[in-house]
């Protein structure tokens, strides 16, 4: 892989926040900044999560290995747009009055969900050094699963919260399985072929 | 002896003028202006179907009750018109405005049916000149928990009610918005659905419809009603969340049951018939005890019916509003 395509892929992924950046400095936000703030930065860390989650299917389809490199930053860059998100939805949302959010928090499944996905992403996020990848090992592997809940927590929370117009939330559903779905698939077909082979070994020679 | 009353200031007067100044594209409309004064001179009548009319100015306002007025600060133009909910015109807050010039409000009419004695189509023109047009400046009270205020210009929707005499049989009117997909682009369904059933509807007991804080809006900030706040004619109840007051009106009809109303078909746990602001009773998902003042940072607390319970409380005498919401 050539030296630039890293760093680029690195920038290119701050271009939602410095557009958010930019449109907030020129007042552009529209009526209501808050809600364009916590929207956006939302759906951005939906977005990476997504594009984390498509990095070992499309590196399987298209054979270009070298995708993984990027599946940490991707990662990373989804938990850089859901703490924008969270910090949104406390400092500027409910202004740091611990006692509402806990109670939104508690009280409003699609909350809870966010909520949920977000303590999912703390410990992935922490884990992701060089360093903790292999001391934790086999370990490390189990503990980066949480994300496949992470990424379903994250669409439930918007999914419930739309009021009526369901077509974005059912979108990045799609989205989802089809990922989840692939995962699946290679999983079962990978059972089965063992199973098949196992059959074949074992079946008594004539 | 003639003794003159002096004109009140309207509100649109008080607001700063570089408010007004931007807003306004202030060269583009002084030049339409200027066509159509000269057009009006020459005879030709430039109120062919498929024009807007928005932005054109309203005239011989009169002053409503000033009880009826909120003092607090009236939100600018462009946030009025910038931030909408009318999904037949798109579902994001700006797609109102984007998809506005497919709305056109010539020809228009309104047809009043039902239990009344007598029924009849009212045309737009007709309407705008039914009762004295007076402005009034409300709070509006989004179920999303925003609030904004705005100055509105109509008449009570009572004026219109008297004219077409109901029977004693009309206990209800249901309202009907134009079902029209070429001029309401997003009626037109996609792979995913529609958001509501088509043509949206709403209603109000007949005692809500007559109270006088509720009116018939043609207008806003002195100005004809723009198409992504409902054009050319839309409902004004204040004390109940915004979803209630219909938009670009084609129908009433003066009914004896409760009559169904969209937002109340679609999810009927989470948005009910009467829908009256209430800060103790919370949407499912989420709290009614806050609200968002657009142009403002922190929330504020939402008062009982929007602040208009003096007004309207009565009305709802003995009824449990936990149970009606």
């Known amino acids: 892989m050539s030296n630039w395509l890293k760093p680029s892929v690195f920038l290119v992924c701050l271009v939602p926040v410095s557009q958010l950046a930019y449109r907030a400095y020129n007042a552009d936000l529209g009526a209501n900044p808050i809600d364009t703030i916590t929207r956006f930065t939302g759906s951005w860390a939906l977005i990476f999560l997504l594009s984390s989650l498509a990095v070992t299917p499309l590196r399987r389809i298209t054979g270009w290995n070298e995708l993984i490199k990027f599946r940490r930053m991707l990662g990373l860059y989804a938990f850089f747009y859901a703490l924008l998100h969270f910090s949104t939805f406390v400092g500027l949302d409910h202004f740091f009055d611990l006692n509402r959010i806990a109670k939104d928090i508690l009280k409003r499944p699609y909350v809870t969900a966010g909520f949920t996905a977000f303590m999912m992403m703390i410990p992935l996020a922490l884990t992701s050094t060089a360093r903790m990848i292999r001391r934790l090992g086999k370990r490390w592997q189990q503990l980066h699963r949480l994300v496949y809940l992470a990424a379903v927590a994250g669409v439930i929370h918007f999914y419930w919260l739309v009021k009526a117009d369901i077509s974005r939330p059912v979108q990045y559903g799609i989205v989802l399985t089809l990922l989840l779905g692939y995962r699946l698939l290679v999983k079962w077909s990978s059972f089965f072929a063992t199973r098949l082979t196992l059959k074949a070994l074992t079946a008594p020679s004539r | ?325």
Request: aromatic share 10%.
């Open chain 2, 1 to 325: 002896m003639l003794i003159k009353k002096p004109v009140d200031i309207k509100s649109s007067e008080i607001t700063p003028k570089e408010l007004y100044l931007n807003r306004r594209q202030f060269i583009a409309s002084a030049s339409a202006v200027a066509l159509a004064a000269g057009a009006a001179l020459a005879g030709i009548d430039l109120s062919a179907p498929g024009e807007s009319l928005a932005g054109e100015k309203l005239k011989n306002l009169k002053k409503g009750p000033p009880a009826y007025d909120t003092s607090e600060k009236i939100n600018s133009f462009k946030d009025i018109t910038s931030y909408n909910n009318f999904y037949e015109l798109g579902v994001d807050k700006g797609d109102p405005e984007q998809n506005a010039k497919y709305l056109t409000t010539r020809p228009w009419t309104v047809t009043v049916e039902g239990e009344v004695k007598k029924p009849k189509t009212l045309d737009i023109d007709g309407i705008m000149k039914l009762s004295p047009l007076e402005e009034r400046i409300y709070r509006l009270r989004c179920v999303e928990a925003w609030s904004i205020v705005i100055p509105w210009v109509g008449f009570p929707l009572s004026a219109l009610i008297n004219q077409v005499e109901p029977t004693n049989n009309a206990k209800f009117i249901q309202f009907v918005t134009l079902h029209d997909p070429k001029r309401m682009p997003a009626q037109k369904p996609s792979i995913f659905g529609s958001a509501l059933e088509w043509p949206y509807v709403e209603g109000l007991r007949m005692d809500e419809a007559m109270h006088p804080l509720t009116l018939l809006s043609v207008g806003l900030y002195g100005e004809v009603l723009p198409a992504q706040n409902g054009a050319p004619v839309r409902l004004v109840v204040p004390w109940k969340y915004g979803f209630k007051s219909i938009k670009s009106i084609v129908k009433l009809r003066f009914v004896e049951k409760q009559p169904a109303a969209s937002w109340n078909i679609m999810q009927p746990q989470e948005y009910g018939f009467y829908s009256n602001v209430n800060p103790e009773v919370d949407h499912p998902r989420w709290s009614q005890a806050t609200e968002r003042r657009i142009g403002e940072f922190l929330r504020r607390k939402t008062l009982m019916f929007n602040g208009y319970g003096e007004q309207v409380a009565s009305l709802y005498k003995g009824m449990d509003l936990k149970k009606y919401y």
